[in-house]
């Protein structure tokens, strides 16, 4: 009670924020001023790590090509993520309510993921051309897995009195689902895709290195080839910023949806 009560005074929400963002923030400040620091004293040459100044001025500078290619990385990504959720999702749901095809289906999956992107990459260029529609099938590919795996344990991890109630009180199939199994799963699910939010953009990118004439990953490979080191890193920071973009954007869509979960305790 009493950390309840603290928890609501000004001072309270003031240390709460600090928790939350100040040491983050200062965690990666020190990075930087350490990555910084280090190549300035020990003089590193800049084509093979430029500090995080050099990074930033390139960035600016370069930000009309940045900009020129990010929409298509942004596209293949967010297509790839809602294609490969969306299956993995539905495919859970088949698999708990038909055990035999859970059986017959869930082998094949692993063995889909066992294979490495960047083999099955060419291969699908081959099939579907040089467009969107190979990269976005390759960040549904890579995103899909974890999702499928977290949804089936939360369909499944619904209390045994819950489900004996549901049962005596003669719930149908339908009203199982959506009001048990479902809210189950919700914590299972958004834990999965924000493993996904960084999946795709790193599905996108890779099958950008097979065969594309725009995108972050083209971007990457046209930089490594020109040894233009600072366009590679600026290019590889807007690529990390797009995936914390769309985890952040899961993260607003848990809290929007999830609004029942307690929460954990914290040492």
């Given at each position: 009670?009493?950390?309840?009560?603290?928890?609501?005074?000004?001072?309270?929400?003031?240390?709460?924020?600090?928790?939350?963002?100040?040491?983050?923030?200062?965690?990666?400040?020190?990075?930087?001023?350490?990555?910084?620091?280090?190549?300035?004293?020990?003089?590193?040459?800049?084509?093979?790590?430029?500090?995080?100044?050099?990074?930033?001025?390139?960035?600016?500078?370069?930000?009309?090509?940045?900009?020129?290619?990010?929409?298509?990385?942004?596209?293949?990504?967010v297509?790839?993520?809602?294609?490969?959720?969306?299956?993995?999702?539905?495919?859970?749901?088949?698999?708990?309510?038909?055990?035999?095809?859970?059986?017959?289906?869930?082998?094949?999956?692993?063995?889909?993921?066992?294979?490495?992107?960047?083999?099955?990459?060419?291969?699908?260029?081959?099939?579907?051309?040089?467009?969107?529609?190979?990269?976005?099938?390759?960040?549904?590919?890579?995103?899909?897995?974890?999702?499928l795996?977290?949804?089936?344990?939360?369909?499944?991890?619904?209390?045994?009195?819950?489900?004996?109630?549901?049962?005596?009180?003669?719930a149908?199939?339908?009203?199982v689902?959506?009001?048990?199994?479902?809210?189950?799963?919700?914590?299972?699910?958004?834990?999965?895709?924000?493993?996904?939010?960084?999946?795709?953009?790193?599905?996108?990118?890779?099958?950008?290195?097979?065969?594309?004439?725009?995108g972050?990953?083209?971007?990457?490979?046209?930089?490594?080839?020109?040894?233009?080191t600072?366009?590679?890193?600026?290019?590889?920071?807007?690529?990390?910023?797009?995936?914390?973009?769309?985890?952040?954007?899961?993260?607003?869509?848990?809290?929007?949806?999830?609004?029942?979960?307690?929460?954990?305790?914290?040492?």
């Amino acid at each position: 009670m009493a950390i309840a009560a603290a928890r609501q005074t000004p001072r309270g929400r003031v240390a709460a924020l600090i928790r939350q963002f100040g040491l983050p923030a200062l965690g990666i400040l020190t990075i930087l001023g350490y990555w910084e620091l280090h190549i300035r004293l020990f003089s590193v040459p800049n084509y093979l790590m430029p500090p995080p100044s050099l990074i930033a001025v390139t960035l600016v500078e370069e930000w009309p090509t940045l900009e020129r290619n990010v929409g298509t990385t942004v596209i293949e990504a967010v297509g790839g993520f809602l294609l490969g959720n969306a299956v993995a999702i539905l495919l859970a749901v088949l698999f708990v309510h038909n055990r035999p095809m859970e059986r017959t289906l869930f082998p094949v999956a692993v063995a889909v993921r066992t294979v490495p992107i960047i083999a099955i990459a060419p291969i699908l260029v081959l099939l579907l051309g040089n467009g969107y529609a190979p990269k976005v099938v390759i960040a549904a590919l890579i995103s899909f897995f974890p999702t499928l795996v977290n949804m089936v344990r939360g369909l499944q991890a619904v209390e045994t009195s819950a489900l004996e109630l549901m049962r005596v009180l003669s719930a149908t199939k339908a009203q199982v689902f959506f009001k048990l199994r479902l809210p189950s799963s919700l914590p299972f699910l958004f834990a999965a895709l924000k493993i996904a939010t960084a999946s795709s953009v790193i599905g996108a990118i890779v099958a950008e290195w097979i065969g594309a004439d725009t995108g972050l990953g083209y971007l990457i490979v046209i930089s490594t080839f020109e040894f233009r080191t600072g366009l590679l890193y600026a290019t590889t920071a807007v690529a990390s910023f797009l995936a914390l973009a769309l985890f952040l954007s899961v993260v607003a869509l848990e809290r929007l949806i999830v609004r029942w979960q307690p929460d954990t305790p914290r040492q």
